[in-house]
């Protein structure tokens, strides 16, 4: 059973910083393609960011350059940087799995694994 576990989401200021991680069982991240995605109160759950087995990282305009997606196959784990956070990157982050080794995607419905989620919140 696939079991995707967020953490790391934290109140901070903004120009703040945080890492989230996202523990996967059930799966190896190294034959998975990865996701974060994050949902604001009262909108439409959105992608953050993209990565695949062979490390091609995709991401949204609005966090190219202040966001880094990485993952740990030893520790089967993903990992978001966010640096410079703003009160707009705030809401709750997801991480999802696709078993797909070359997915680039930031289409929510490609992907078929979700995690629960863990809150960022960014004040200004």
């Known amino acids: 059973q696939v079991r995707l576990v967020e953490s790391g989401g934290d109140s901070v200021q903004a120009g703040g910083s945080l890492r989230l991680s996202c523990v996967a069982s059930g799966l190896t991240t190294n034959k998975y393609s990865m996701a974060w995605f994050r949902q604001a109160s009262g909108k439409q759950r959105e992608a953050v960011a993209s990565?695949?087995?062979?490390?091609?990282?995709n991401y949204r305009d609005s966090v190219k350059g202040r966001f880094t997606i990485s993952q740990d196959n030893a520790k089967n784990t993903l990992y978001l940087q966010m640096n410079s956070l703003k009160p707009e990157d705030a809401g709750t982050y997801y991480c999802?799995?696709?078993?797909?080794?070359?997915?680039?995607?930031?289409?929510?419905?490609?992907?078929?694994?979700w995690g629960q989620g863990t809150e960022v919140t960014v004040s200004s």
């Open positions: 990565i695949n087995t062979v490390d091609t990282r």
């Open positions: 999802a799995a696709r078993n797909h080794p070359f997915l680039i995607s930031l289409r929510e419905a490609d992907y078929n694994f």
